[in-house]
C-alpha cells in the first residue's frame, strides 16, 4: 500500500509540476521582460525623449504607483473570475500597453504609459504565488516558487543580450532601435494571453490531464496540507489588508524592492560608467553574469529551506549578504571587482524571494493569504517608484551611479533586521516529515 502511495505520488507531482511550473515561468519572464527592459532602452530613449537622471528614475518608478492602486482589486477579481480568465486578461493588455510605449514621443507619454502598464500587470504576480498553492503542498512551495521567481534573473539573462541586439540591428518605418524593441518585446504577451484562456486550469478538480485516481489524490493530499496548520487564521478583506502582521511584512518588502529595483533598472548605465567604450550588446552580455549567479543561488537556497522547513532565517540572511555586497560595490572603482560584487548582491537578493512568500501562509488561510500576498506586493513595491528616482537623484548628486548602491544597501540591511526579529507564530514549515521537491522525482526525509 505505502509502494502505491508512494508511485501516484511521484507520478502525480511530476506531471504537476512540468504541466505548471515550467509554464508560468515563461510568463514571469515576458512580465518581467516588459517591466525591465526600460533600462535598456534608457541607452537611447533618454536622449531622444531629452530625460533627466531624475526623469528617467520617475519614468522607472512611475510603473509601480498604477500596480500599487490596482494590485489588490485585480486580485479579488482573480478569485471571483478565476485564474484562466482573469490572468489572460493581465496578459493581454499589458502586452498591448508594452507594445503602444514604443511610439511615445515625450516624456509624458512615456509616464502615462509605464503607469498605464503597472495598472495592466497589477495582481499578476500575486495571483500565480496563490495559484501554486493551490497545486502544490506546503513542503514544496519554496522550491516551487523559486522555479517560478527564477523568472526574474532569467528575464535579466536573456533580456540584456536580446534588447541590446534588437537596438542596435533593428530599425525601419522611421522607428529607432530602443522603439522596436519595446515593441517586439510587448507581442509574446499578447500571444500568451490567447494561448492561456485554452491552456490553464483553475483547479486540480477540473484538472482533465490528470487521471481520476491521481486527481483525486491531489486534491485529498492538499486538504489534508491545509488541515495540518490548525493556527492559521482565516480573515475578511480589511482585516487582512491591516493585519499587523501583513503590513509589517509589507514594510519589509517596500524596503527590500527599493534596493532590488534600483539595481535592477539602473545596471545597464552602471555598466556603461565601467567603460564608454562598451557598445549596447557589450553592455548586455556583462550584465547577463549577475543574473545567471543569483539564479542558481535562488533555487540552491530555496531548496535548502524546504529541506529544512526553515523559512523566517532563510529569508533574513540574504538580505544581509545582498546588503554588505552591495556596500562594497559602492566603494569599489574596479570594474572587475564591482560585477563580481554585483554578482554577490543579486544572488542574496533573489534567494530571499521564495523563503519570504511562504511567510504568509504560517499564520493565514490560503484564500486570506491570497488577499494578504496581494497587499504585501503591492504595498511592498511602492519601493519600485522609490529606489529608481533615488538612484537617479544620487547620479546627480554624487555624479556616479555607484554612489547611490550605498543608500540602497543601508536600506537592505535595515530589511535584514525587521525579517530576523518579527516574530511569527512558527518560523517552521508545517512538515514533520517535509519533503524536497524535484522536476523528476519526489522524495521524503526526517528532518
Do not use: C
Request: proline fraction near 4%.
Amino acid at each position: 500500500m505505502l509502494a502505491e502511495t508512494n508511485s501516484i505520488e511521484k507520478t502525480t507531482m511530476r506531471k504537476v509540476f512540468w504541466r505548471i511550473v515550467p509554464y508560468t515561468f515563461l510568463l514571469y519572464v515576458i512580465s518581467y521582460l516588459d517591466r525591465a527592459n526600460l533600462g535598456y532602452a534608457a541607452l537611447q530613449m533618454n536622449k531622444d525623449l531629452a530625460l533627466s537622471a531624475e526623469a528617467f528614475g520617475f519614468a522607472g518608478g512611475i510603473f509601480f504607483i498604477g500596480y500599487f492602486l490596482f494590485e489588490v482589486p485585480s486580485n479579488v477579481a482573480l478569485q471571483k473570475y478565476g485564474s484562466r480568465i482573469w490572468i489572460s486578461r493581465i496578459l493581454l493588455t499589458w502586452g498591448a500597453v508594452a507594445v503602444l510605449t514604443g511610439f511615445a514621443q515625450t516624456a509624458m507619454q512615456l509616464y502615462v504609459l509605464r503607469f498605464l502598464l503597472g495598472v495592466a500587470e497589477a495582481g499578476f504576480f500575486p495571483g500565480i504565488i496563490i495559484y501554486l498553492t493551490y497545486w502544490f503542498r506546503s513542503k514544496e512551495q519554496a522550491t516551487t516558487v523559486a522555479f517560478f521567481t527564477a523568472a526574474i534573473p532569467v528575464s535579466y539573462l536573456l533580456g540584456a543580450p536580446l534588447s541590446t541586439w534588437i537596438m542596435d540591428n533593428v530599425s525601419g518605418f522611421g522607428l529607432t532601435g530602443w522603439r522596436w524593441m519595446l515593441i517586439i518585446e510587448g507581442v509574446p504577451a499578447i500571444a500568451a494571453g490567447v494561448f492561456n484562456y485554452f491552456y490553464m486550469t483553475d483547479r486540480p478538480e477540473k484538472a482533465k490531464w490528470l487521471t481520476t485516481e491521481q486527481r483525486d489524490w491531489l486534491v485529498a493530499e492538499l486538504a489534508a496540507d491545509h488541515a495540518k496548520r490548525p493556527h492559521v487564521e482565516h480573515l475578511g478583506l480589511w482585516q487582512a489588508i491591516s493585519n499587523p502582521k501583513v503590513l509589517f511584512l509589507s514594510a519589509i518588502y517596500f524596503i527590500y524592492q527599493v534596493g532590488n529595483l534600483g539595481i535592477g533598472l539602473w545596471m545597464p548605465q552602471i555598466i556603461q560608467s565601467f567603460g564608454q567604450s562598451l557598445t549596447h550588446f557589450q553592455i548586455g552580455l556583462v550584465a547577463m553574469i549577475p543574473y545567471a549567479i543569483a539564479t542558481v543561488a535562488m533555487i540552491v537556497w530555496s531548496k535548502r529551506s524546504d529541506r529544512t522547513g526553515e523559512r523566517q532565517k532563510h529569508s533574513a540572511v540574504p538580505l544581509l549578504i545582498g546588503g554588505l555586497a552591495l556596500a562594497a560595490t559602492g566603494l569599489t572603482h574596479n570594474p572587475y571587482v564591482a560585477v563580481a560584487l554585483i554578482s554577490v548582491a543579486l544572488a542574496g537578493i533573489y534567494a530571499f524571494k521564495s523563503p519570504f512568500w511562504s511567510l504568509p501562509g504560517l499564520f493565514l488561510t490560503r484564500s486570506t493569504a491570497a488577499v494578504s500576498i496581494a497587499a504585501i506586493n503591492s504595498i511592498g513595491n511602492l519601493g519600485g517608484f522609490v529606489g529608481p528616482y533615488a538612484m537617479g537623484a544620487a547620479k546627480t548628486w554624487t555624479g556616479s551611479a555607484l554612489g547611490g548602491l550605498l543608500f540602497l544597501a543601508v536600506l537592505l540591511v535595515i530589511s535584514f533586521l525587521m525579517t530576523w526579529f518579527m516574530r511569527l507564530p512558527n518560523a517552521e514549515a508545517d512538515t514533520s516529515p517535509t519533503g524536497q521537491f524535484h522536476a523528476g522525482q519526489f522524495t521524503t526525509r526526517k528532518v
